[in-house]
């Protein structure tokens, strides 16, 4: 992931930082973010020579020893390709194995496919029907600038072992192995951190440097009760009237990657060489061929024909300038919601905090199907961190703004924090004086300057002494609908941390937060009427290489799988292979930073327009794809 809105051709799932812009933004190494955006499926497609070298990926402890070892090949290739020389497992297998020889646990299979006739949506719907409406799955997009689609996009299904923690109680579901493992641990982050810390990533050169492989999913706003234990139990957390995990990640061995500049699409599969197997020939040879098929079949998916309903092109003739409607429920009336705004400056007065972000829930029925509000968001907010997930007990629809933890391959930590809005002009000229009004307004400004100095403290607690640089501050950014101030904070990962001690730092976001943040949450637990769920936590990956992306979770839908009190429609038209729609409830949460001079009814309008514009994704896909509750099309 890179900078967010800021500079063109760079997407927030793939920080690639050019060599002139790191002598802008010194003094600190700011390497390539791994972690990319941009892909696309398939019909008819044509596989391309992918021979390329495989190295020990940088900084892995592969590479340590690759650096020292004497024998370790230097041009190994593990592309499952169709060249002449490839064209065969046994080629591929002999530079599997030079891969596992130098040191790599963890070698990728792949291929390279043309796709400039695909798409990242119809790409997913490849790997994963209607009909899988809850197999844990990604998509991940991104637009920067407002209008400028990022080039990598990223998907995947099907994950090999899944982590899923409600509050201490941590479920291991290893499905390669068919087994569940249920345990208590104080902090549940640490058995995906765990499984993490003895990779050894073998590379392909022919694959570009972003993310291909690794844990994908959330960590939710009460995980930050593992990292503070007493001070903020789970006990005085508000009701969980949903029961949705604390936090879900996947890990994904087979993954799709679409470069949108080269319209090339590379499906991946990594293959896990056990220490065991490492010196029986054998063993890796039933590794490699189990690898082999698996990368096959994830091929020959992309290559298949898509089902004639399972992406209908609907017809865009909604207003999407017009002013979205008003949500039509929250789980806090009006008058309760300015009670806790008042209740909130009491504490702001008395000295407890400076600021909070208090949150309501909105919730909205709808019998549009949570990927197809994911089409219509696309169009409505284009955003750095587009996701559609598909996540145990809830399906995540997000275009999220800001990062919440980055974690490059060169173990830079990065936190953006954005604070400070201005809706964006119908001209340049308009824009400009939006900007300006924007910079001018004292409240605002002190705001961000705030959540600039959270920042730097949660990335100081990680990072080498005198790294924390402070690289951009109070640049504007625009979006296609707003625009915000940001910043930019940067520190080097100390030695003995990883990406999932910056991840524990960061949490929450003084975004979502307050100031101090201890004390502004325990304020939450008595504000707020239920738990906030993935709303307020991070989305996104960590891959093998140890690098980490995760998007801070606003203008985020959270849609339970399923209600008691869910509605179907049968009125299916004659012939349609669609099953009968059902009933969905979208949740959108949306908050509002009060300070000391905060008016509790402009403060109550913030979150109700937060929602409205996100719930204008819902009423695009009602008109797009549904019509008395069938398909359009």
Same mark, same amino acid.
């Not at 994963?128 to 990223?154: A, C, I, K, M, T």
């Not at 690794?214 to 969980?240: C, H, I, M, N, Q």
């Given at each position: 992931?890179?900078?967010?809105?800021?500079?063109?051709?760079?997407n927030a799932?793939?920080?690639?930082?050019?060599?002139?812009?790191?002598?802008?933004?010194?003094?600190?190494?700011?390497?390539?973010?791994?972690?990319?955006?941009?892909?696309?499926?398939?019909?008819?497609?044509?596989?391309?020579?992918?021979?390329?070298?495989i190295?020990?990926?940088?900084?892995?402890?592969a590479?340590?020893?690759?650096?020292?070892?004497p024998?370790?090949?230097a041009?190994?290739?593990?592309?499952?390709?169709?060249?002449?020389?490839?064209?065969?497992?046994?080629?591929?297998?002999?530079?599997? !194995?030079?891969?596992?020889?130098?040191?790599?646990?963890?070698?990728?299979?792949?291929?390279?496919?043309?796709?400039?006739?695909?798409?990242?949506?119809?790409?997913?719907r490849c790997?994963?029907?209607?009909?899988?409406?809850?197999?844990?799955?990604?998509?991940?997009?991104s637009?920067?600038?407002?209008?400028?689609?990022?080039?990598?996009?990223?998907?995947?299904?099907?994950?090999?072992?899944e982590?899923?923690?409600?509050?201490?109680?941590?479920?291991?579901l290893?499905?390669?192995?068919?087994?569940?493992?249920?345990?208590?641990?104080?902090?549940?982050?640490?058995?995906?951190?765990?499984?993490?810390?003895?990779?050894?990533?073998?590379?392909?050169?022919?694959?570009?440097?972003?993310?291909?492989?690794?844990?994908?999913?959330?960590?939710?706003?009460?995980?930050?009760?593992?990292?503070?234990?007493?001070?903020?139990?789970?006990?005085s957390?508000?009701?969980?009237?949903?029961?949705?995990?604390?936090?879900?990640?996947?890990?994904?061995?087979?993954?799709v990657?679409?470069?949108?500049?080269?319209k090339?699409?590379?499906?991946?599969?990594?293959?896990?060489?056990?220490?065991?197997?490492?010196?029986?020939?054998?063993?890796?040879?039933?590794?490699?061929?189990?690898g082999?098929?698996?990368?096959?079949?994830?091929?020959?998916?992309?290559?298949?024909?898509?089902?004639a309903?399972?992406?209908?092109?609907?017809d865009?003739?909604?207003?999407?300038?017009?002013r979205?409607?008003?949500?039509?429920?929250?789980?806090?009336?009006?008058?309760?919601?300015?009670?806790?705004?008042?209740?909130?400056?009491?504490?702001?007065?008395?000295?407890?905090?400076?600021?909070?972000?208090?949150?309501?829930?909105?919730?909205?029925?709808?019998?549009?199907?949570?990927?197809?509000?994911?089409?219509?968001?696309?169009?409505?907010?284009?955003?750095?961190?587009?996701?559609?997930m598909?996540a145990?007990?809830?399906?995540?629809?997000?275009?999220?703004?800001?990062?919440?933890?980055?974690?490059?391959n060169g173990?830079?930590?990065?936190?953006?924090?954005?604070?400070?809005?201005?809706?964006?002009?119908?001209?340049?000229?308009?824009?400009?004086?939006?900007?300006?009004?924007?910079?001018?307004?004292?409240?605002?400004?002190?705001?961000?300057?705030?959540?600039?100095?959270?920042?730097?403290?949660?990335?100081?607690?990680?990072?080498?002494?005198?790294?924390?640089?402070?690289?951009?501050? !109070?640049?504007?950014?625009?979006?296609?609908?707003?625009?915000?101030?940001?910043?930019?904070?940067?520190g080097?990962?100390?030695?003995?941390?990883?990406?999932?001690?910056?991840?524990?730092?960061?949490?929450?976001?003084?975004?979502?937060?307050?100031?101090?943040?201890?004390?502004?949450?325990?304020?939450?637990?008595?504000?707020?009427?239920?738990?906030?769920?993935?709303?307020?936590?991070?989305?996104?990956?960590?891959?093998?290489?140890?690098? !980490?992306d995760?998007?801070?979770?606003?203008?985020?839908?959270?849609i339970?799988?399923?209600?008691a009190?869910?509605?179907?429609?049968?009125?299916?038209?004659?012939?349609?292979?669609?099953?009968?729609?059902?009933?969905?409830?979208?949740?959108?949460?949306?908050?509002?930073?009060?300070?000391?001079?905060?008016?509790?009814?402009?403060?109550?309008?913030?979150?109700?327009?937060?929602?409205?514009?996100?719930?204008?994704?819902?009423?695009?896909?009602?008109?797009?794809?549904?019509?008395?509750?069938?398909?359009?099309?």
């Amino acid at each position: 992931m890179s900078s967010l809105g800021q500079r063109p051709h760079v997407n927030a799932y793939d920080a690639q930082t050019s060599q002139a812009q790191r002598k802008l933004m010194t003094p600190i190494r700011v390497r390539r973010a791994a972690l990319g955006r941009a892909f696309l499926p398939v019909k008819a497609t044509a596989t391309i020579d992918a021979s390329a070298s495989i190295r020990n990926h940088p900084g892995s402890a592969a590479a340590q020893s690759a650096s020292s070892a004497p024998a370790a090949s230097a041009s190994t290739s593990t592309s499952a390709s169709t060249s002449r020389k490839d064209s065969t497992p046994d080629a591929g297998f002999e530079k599997f !194995m030079e891969a596992v020889n130098s040191g790599a646990n963890l070698v990728p299979l792949s291929k390279r496919i043309f796709s400039d006739h695909l798409t990242p949506v119809s790409a997913y719907r490849c790997l994963v029907s209607e009909l899988d409406s809850e197999l844990p799955s990604f998509l991940l997009e991104s637009v920067v600038n407002g209008d400028q689609q990022g080039r990598y996009s990223f998907l995947g299904s099907c994950p090999a072992v899944e982590v899923v923690a409600t509050r201490d109680r941590v479920v291991m579901l290893d499905h390669a192995a068919g087994t569940r493992t249920v345990s208590t641990m104080a902090d549940p982050m640490q058995l995906p951190e765990s499984l993490s810390r003895n990779w050894r990533p073998a590379r392909v050169d022919g694959i570009p440097d972003v993310f291909t492989g690794g844990w994908v999913g959330y960590a939710g706003y009460d995980t930050v009760r593992y990292v503070y234990g007493t001070k903020l139990p789970f006990e005085s957390a508000p009701a969980d009237d949903r029961q949705l995990p604390d936090m879900h990640l996947g890990l994904y061995h087979d993954v799709v990657v679409f470069d949108q500049a080269t319209k090339i699409l590379y499906p991946i599969s990594w293959v896990p060489v056990p220490e065991q197997d490492a010196a029986n020939p054998e063993a890796l040879r039933a590794a490699y061929d189990a690898g082999y098929s698996r990368l096959s079949r994830l091929s020959s998916r992309l290559s298949s024909a898509l089902p004639a309903a399972s992406l209908t092109p609907g017809d865009i003739s909604l207003d999407l300038n017009k002013r979205p409607a008003l949500p039509s429920s929250s789980n806090m009336t009006k008058q309760e919601f300015i009670d806790a705004v008042a209740a909130t400056k009491e504490h702001i007065q008395a000295g407890d905090i400076f600021q909070l972000v208090l949150s309501q829930r909105f919730e909205r029925r709808t019998f549009a199907t949570p990927f197809e509000i994911y089409r219509a968001l696309r169009v409505v907010n284009p955003s750095p961190y587009m996701v559609y997930m598909q996540a145990r007990g809830c399906h995540i629809v997000s275009s999220s703004p800001e990062i919440l933890c980055r974690v490059d391959n060169g173990r830079v930590v990065t936190n953006r924090p954005l604070a400070g809005t201005r809706p964006r002009g119908k001209d340049v000229e308009t824009d400009k004086a939006l900007e300006a009004d924007l910079l001018a307004d004292q409240k605002e400004i002190a705001e961000h300057v705030m959540l600039v100095d959270l920042g730097r403290n949660d990335v100081g607690k990680v990072s080498v002494s005198g790294s924390v640089v402070v690289q951009k501050l !109070m640049e504007v950014e625009r979006y296609s609908h707003v625009m915000h101030i940001s910043s930019t904070v940067t520190g080097d990962l100390l030695p003995q941390l990883d990406s999932w001690d910056a991840l524990r730092a960061a949490l929450p976001a003084g975004t979502v937060s307050g100031a101090p943040k201890v004390r502004a949450m325990q304020i939450i637990d008595e504000l707020e009427v239920h738990k906030r769920g993935p709303y307020g936590g991070g989305i996104g990956h960590v891959s093998f290489t140890g690098a !980490m992306d995760m998007a801070l979770g606003l203008r985020t839908m959270i849609i339970p799988d399923s209600a008691a009190d869910t509605l179907y429609k049968y009125d299916i038209p004659a012939g349609s292979e669609c099953p009968p729609r059902r009933e969905w409830s979208v949740h959108i949460q949306a908050g509002a930073g009060i300070v000391a001079d905060s008016r509790p009814e402009a403060e109550y309008e913030e979150t109700v327009n937060k929602a409205a514009a996100l719930g204008r994704a819902i009423d695009l896909a009602e008109q797009a794809f549904v019509q008395d509750g069938r398909v359009v099309g």
